[in-house]
């Protein structure tokens, strides 16, 4: 299980790697309890002041792994991995040190949530983003508070409702991302840079900072997610949506919502 | 003074009243809310209209000034609340085709919006300090949907934003070239948004109402409670004299 996330320290900046490229980083209750168990070591590490979050391979998070949900006959198997997905999100937001994403490639619906629960996301121009759950006839609910807090709710309900994807480009002029480069090879490099400037930070300065916006947007009251979670869950629950996901993606693993 | 039609799943709400730049009576606001709460079970979007050059100026103020005692007024305060909350409760989404800009009453009701269109020489705003009417009937929704530093200016600042200016607070989400294409984007947009599963989209929307209504801070009620309370006063009715003067 250990391997399906890594993490790497290097002096005060460490990186947390999603690791299940085969797949696209999509997230199963297995790579969700790997994550859990990385960010719970992460807590304790006071020596580091700036945590990057990405995926291994092509992907940076293909989104929740709902083929493996649907096959999973126990009825609570979507309600057990959107609380897990909830949970991860809420103690990756209280992590004491500044977070931020290196969006290497596809960030896709609970991936683009990940995203928008980093203090700050880097991309390049063609990465492919977004939020395409109510095509699937799924509510991305647990991404939805993550989302307002990132880019307002005017601006939130606009690309919730209207599902698809955007490029790196468009997520970065509607601030889902905060800085973008042109080409994919300059995103490391940038990553880099990035890191390199908010290690600046004083720790003690970054901490108290970085705590108090998480007040100010409530990002510390999980009952929000929480209640996502199981709204979300009960609509995968129905049979239309269940049809409809098995209709979409039935057989084919490694394109997921 | 409004037209209603049904074209398929999107029906098409518009305010027929060009000659005044769709500027807004009590008897409208409660026939585009009926109309929205009567929409057949069919209805999967609502596109929200307005003839001619400008969707809608706002309140019609000559009519506001004809009645002294404020009755006109209140009954467009409470009117034009009802219908943001009647769209925002509609469970498809809303679009809003803006040519031209929305003022006032106008800007007010894209707080009831899922997604606006306009063009690029729109302008969006509430001058209605200037009267002496507050634009705080509308505060609760601003405040969210383009964030409470954008909205402090807009409440305040008697001014007018641009088309650009609005997409960047995420007031207006799209903007096309000219106000003629303006309808016809809105429409697309709308047929778009009417093919996706209706569950999805009523659970999303109902879920981002309620998470908006946890960031309010204020009740829409009380928004409306700060307007209704200056109407009827002297510096409102020498600000709408003023007003129908010009």
């Known amino acids: 299980m250990s391997d399906l996330a890594k993490v790497e320290v290097s002096g005060r ?79 990756l937001r209280d992590l004491p040190m500044v977070t931020c994403a290196i969006v290497n490639g596809a960030a896709i619906g609970g991936g683009c949530g990940l995203v928008c629960v980093c203090d700050l996301a880097v991309t390049h121009e063609s990465s492919k983003m977004g939020f395409p759950e109510v095509d699937l006839g799924v509510c991305p609910a647990v991404v939805a508070p993550w989302l307002v807090r990132k880019i307002g709710a005017g601006r939130a309900r606009r690309v919730l409702l209207s599902g698809g994807l955007m490029s790196g480009r468009e997520a970065y002029e509607i601030g889902i991302v905060d800085a973008v480069v042109g080409e994919p090879e300059a995103l490391a490099g940038a990553g880099v840079e990035m890191a390199r400037r908010l290690a600046e ?29 199981e709204l979300s869950a009960r609509v995968i629950g129905l049979e239309e949506t269940r049809a409809r996901l098995r209709e979409k993606f039935g057989a084919s693993p490694g394109n997921r919502p | 003074m409004i037209r209603v039609a049904d074209d398929g799943p999107v029906r098409v709400i518009t305010l027929a009243r060009a000659e005044k730049r769709n500027a807004l009576t009590p008897e409208m606001l409660a026939e585009v809310t009926r109309v929205v709460k009567e929409a057949p079970a069919s209805t999967r979007v609502i596109v929200l ?49 803006a040519q031209g800009g929305a003022i006032a009453g106008g800007c007010a009701m894209l707080g009831g919006a899922d997604v606006v269109v306009t063009d690029r020489g729109a302008k969006f705003g509430y001058p209605v300090l200037r009267i002496g009417v507050s634009p705080a009937v509308s505060a609760p929704f601003l405040g969210v949907g383009a964030g409470f530093g954008p909205a402090r200016a807009r409440m305040l600042d008697t001014g007018l934003i641009d088309a650009e200016r609005a997409r960047a607070v995420g007031l207006v989400h799209e903007v096309v070239d000219g106000p003629g294409g303006v309808l016809a984007r809105a429409m697309e947009v709308a047929k778009g948004l009417a093919e996706k599963p209706p569950t999805a989209i009523a659970t999303t929307k109902g879920w981002l109402n309620e998470i908006e209504d946890g960031l309010r801070g204020v009740t829409p009620e009380r928004g409306l409670a700060v307007s209704m309370g200056l109407t009827g006063g002297d510096e409102e009715r020498e600000g709408l004299m003023r007003a129908v003067r010009r």
């Open chain 1, 13 to 91: 900046i460490a990186r947390l790697v999603i690791n299940r490229p085969e797949i696209r980083n999509a997230l199963s209750v297995e790579l969700l309890e790997a994550l859990h168990a990385r960010v719970d070591e992460l807590v304790r590490r006071e020596d580091v002041s700036v945590l990057l979050v990405t995926g291994e391979g092509k992907a940076f998070c293909a989104g929740m792994d709902l083929k493996h949900v649907i096959d999973d006959p126990a009825p609570e198997a979507p309600a057990r991995l959107l609380l897990s997905l909830a949970e991860l999100t809420l103690k």
């Open chain 1, 201 to 229: 930070g004083g720790p003690a300065a970054l901490r108290a900072t970085k705590h108090l916006l998480n007040e100010l947007d409530g990002s510390l009251e999980g009952g929000v997610v929480r209640r996502g979670a």
């Open chain 2, 49 to 97: 209209a307005g003839e001619g050059s400008v969707f809608c100026a706002g309140f019609d103020l000559a009519l506001c000034a004809a009645h002294p005692d404020g009755s006109v007024m209140r009954a467009l305060l409470s009117g034009l609340s009802a219908l943001i909350i009647s769209l925002r409760d509609f469970p498809g989404c809303v679009v809003v085709a």
